[in-house]
């Protein structure tokens, strides 16, 4: 696997997971547990008025049940409740079916000390059966055990320097088509960037990473504003896609959150191969270098631009 793809798969696992709730977290984490461990893990849906009997999914080989949680927020009084009754509930109806009962949560950052101290008031308990509760690190590591084709089914498609390479225009056409192009004011700063751009944003490694391989086909991208049959196309995507990052900005999203959400602008989020994952980063790439988004360096000698 090549590293930048295996980058772009740990960033959309870590975004992945911060989004997904309720439904589409046990989806999510179903999906993956199904990859990972084919013909093992049964995944238990609801059925009429008895409901999943509470049990999310159940993995054979290690007599393990699953009970999935994802709310907006973990609060206590509700978290607490809810494992209660959840456990209990397993414990009438499987329990000859589990050694191992996994509290699989949405935090991103560990699990609140009130979940581990029910899990151990449980444990003490239940001295037979094993509790852990499962989050960010444990699914992860799951994924990160798959093929490149079941993460791939998992994570979608990722860029790659051969895919990046591969790029034509008719990918950029593709992804772009969904922006509705609006004139921009007089005045839009398209002067190149200073190389001193990806340091001063506060990008991560893994970003700067990204923009680096969109930079390979950013002059393509360029050349294919040029050839567009309206002049003006270039500089109206441009101006959509500087307000789109005032706004995220302005929101608080930091600078990696910003990247990711002006990629999912550039149509990657509909993006059904590498080519044209690939595409949305030469994209990003020449919008970066154009400095229509992010921030330019107080100390261009030429002067700034307007944020």
Not at 272 to 280: L, M, P
Request: aromatic share 14%; with cysteine.
């Amino acid at each position: 696997m090549e590293p930048i793809t295996r980058l772009f798969w740990e960033m959309k696992f870590k975004m992945d997971f911060v989004v997904y709730r309720a439904s589409e977290f046990q989806n999510f984490f179903t999906k993956i547990m199904e990859l990972r461990h084919p013909n093992d893990f049964t995944q238990v849906r609801p059925w009429g008025n008895i409901g999943d009997q509470k049990c999310d999914g159940w993995l054979a080989s290690e007599k393990r049940l699953f009970q999935v949680y994802a709310p907006d927020e973990l609060t206590k009084a509700e978290t607490e409740k809810k494992m209660e009754k959840d456990f209990r509930g397993a414990c009438t109806h499987w329990s000859d079916k589990f050694d191992h009962w996994n509290f699989v949560h949405n935090s991103r950052d560990g699990v609140p000390p009130f979940v581990l101290q029910k899990t151990q008031a449980f444990a003490e308990s239940y001295p037979t059966i094993g509790f852990t509760p499962w989050g960010y690190a444990e699914l992860r590591a799951k994924v990160f055990e798959m093929t490149p084709v079941d993460i791939q089914m998992v994570l979608g498609p990722a860029p790659s320097t051969f895919a990046m390479q591969k790029v034509r225009f008719s990918d950029v056409e593709k992804l772009l088509q969904h922006l509705q192009t609006v004139e921009p004011p007089p005045g839009v700063d398209l002067r190149p960037v200073p190389s001193k751009k990806l340091e001063m944003n506060a990008l991560s490694d893994d970003v700067a990473a990204f923009l680096r391989l969109g930079m390979i086909k950013s002059s393509f991208v360029a050349q294919y504003f040029a050839s567009y049959p309206d002049p003006r196309y270039g500089d109206a995507l441009a101006f959509q896609f500087k307000e789109k990052y005032i706004e995220l900005r302005e929101l608080g999203v930091d600078p990696d959150g910003i990247f990711w959400e002006l990629r999912g602008y550039a149509g990657a989020n509909d993006a059904t191969s590498d080519r044209e994952q690939a595409a949305a980063l030469a994209i990003l790439a020449h919008f970066f270098e154009e400095c229509d988004i992010f921030e330019r360096p107080d100390d261009d000698e030429r002067g700034g631009c307007e944020p």
